[in-house]
């Protein structure tokens, strides 16, 4: 694939951060980005690279009316030695692909898809920050840009990878979360669109989340939408539960987002001997397991936190500690093991890790 690049002529000239400790997150965006469009009839086409700036619409295309619109997250890393590796890539690529079948979008082409992130990445290889625990996000995004009105699947798409540095999510150490467990609201009904990354389920999760932040919370725990009764996911991550010795999470069952840090701790506790379960879980088991101080753990994962441990659950009027609100030791060792394969200070027996340069 020949990718024509168009230079950017404010390089060098974008807002950037004073120090890399002020980057937080999804706050600066690179020099370019990376564009592929789709016709019906003729597949994907035209590969460019272009300055970053805004996109332009016409004001009937089908993202804006129907929300076709699908989106991944995953990271760059700068080694200490220099080289830039990616994590998993194939994963997300995968997903993608799922999620554009479930929302009748066109299926992207893997090799255009990785060939394109990897030479926009390297090209705006010096966005990538260096300090540790820091990293490059990169945003592949695909949404429907037939120019007409009426329910149907798009004919056209444009497919973009956009990057930004990003600044370690745990400056200081791990802080654990409160999150709020919510009967009011759902996030995804079985038959759904639950298990893909589509624009639409983040909307809709808006207004439980900022219920839960009035109340002091961080995050809100999702419980399936039938019953009630079982917990899903915390936020935009995965969760975990260690019950005694046991390391569980809900099952992928439709609902639930198929997360590349939850399989990826799943794979290490179970090469480490660790008793896994992926099982349907009800909230009120994991209220009374924190009640009999059998909740030994509970943390959340996800690309941009990687672990994330909860220190407290909001469940009706009551407030309940975890693990008396400290990070746990299987927390902790699932991120220094992810983090060090992805940084390239251990070794990768899985071959997680793709380095593009
Ligand atoms: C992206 C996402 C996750 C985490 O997936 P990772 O691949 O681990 O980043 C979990 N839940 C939801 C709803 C998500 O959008």
Redesign the pocket.
């Known amino acids: 694939m020949e990718i024509p690049i168009t230079k950017s002529s404010t390089i060098g000239l974008k807002p950037r951060p004073k120090s890399e400790s002020e980057l937080g997150f999804g706050k600066y965006f690179t020099d370019h980005m990376f564009l592929l469009d789709y016709e019906k009839g003729k597949g994907w086409i035209n590969p460019r690279i272009v300055p970053y700036g805004p996109l332009t619409l016409d004001p009937s295309a089908m993202v804006l009316h129907y929300g076709q619109e699908i989106f991944e ?1 995953l990271k760059a890393y700068r080694w200490t030695d220099g080289t830039i590796a990616l994590f998993r890539p194939d ?2 690529i995968e ?1 993608m692909n799922r999620s554009a079948d479930r929302l009748c979008m066109a299926p992207t082409d893997p090799e255009m898809f990785l060939e394109g992130m990897k030479t926009l990445i390297l090209l705006d290889r010096d966005w990538i920050p260096s300090s540790p625990g820091t990293s490059l996000y990169i945003r592949p995004t695909m949404i429907a840009t037939e120019a007409a009105l009426g329910v149907k699947p798009s004919s056209r798409y444009l497919f973009f990878i956009i990057l930004g540095p990003v600044g370690p999510y745990y400056p200081e150490g791990f802080s654990p979360t409160r999150i709020y467990v919510t009967k009011s609201y759902v996030r995804a009904a079985k038959g759904g669109v639950g298990e893909t ?1 589509t624009g639409g ?1 983040y909307a809709a999760s808006l207004y439980a989340a900022s219920k839960a932040q009035e109340l002091g919370y961080t995050q809100v725990l999702w419980l399936d939408a039938a019953e009630h009764k079982y917990v899903e ?1 915390v936020g ?3 969760i975990f539960f260690q019950i005694d010795d046991e390391l569980m999470t809900p099952p992928l069952a439709g609902t ?2 198929p ?4 399989d990826s701790v799943l794979m290490l506790a179970r090469e480490w001997g660790i008793k896994v379960n992926e099982k349907p879980i009800t909230i009120d088991e994991v209220i009374k397991a924190a009640e009999d101080g059998r909740l030994k753990e509970m943390f959340a ?4 936190a990687v672990i994330s441990p909860v220190g407290e659950i909001g469940y009706q009027e009551r407030v309940i500690p975890v693990a008396d609100g400290k990070t746990g030791p299987l927390a902790q060792r699932l991120y220094d093991e992810i983090t060090g394969i992805q940084y390239g200070q251990k070794k990768d027996p899985y071959g997680w890790v793709v380095k593009i340069g």
Not at 259 to 262: A, I, L, P, S
Not at 301 to 304: L, N
């Open positions: 997250g994963k997300n997903r990354k389920n996911e935009t991550s995965n639930i987002l997360g590349v840090t939850r994962t996800g690309t941009a």
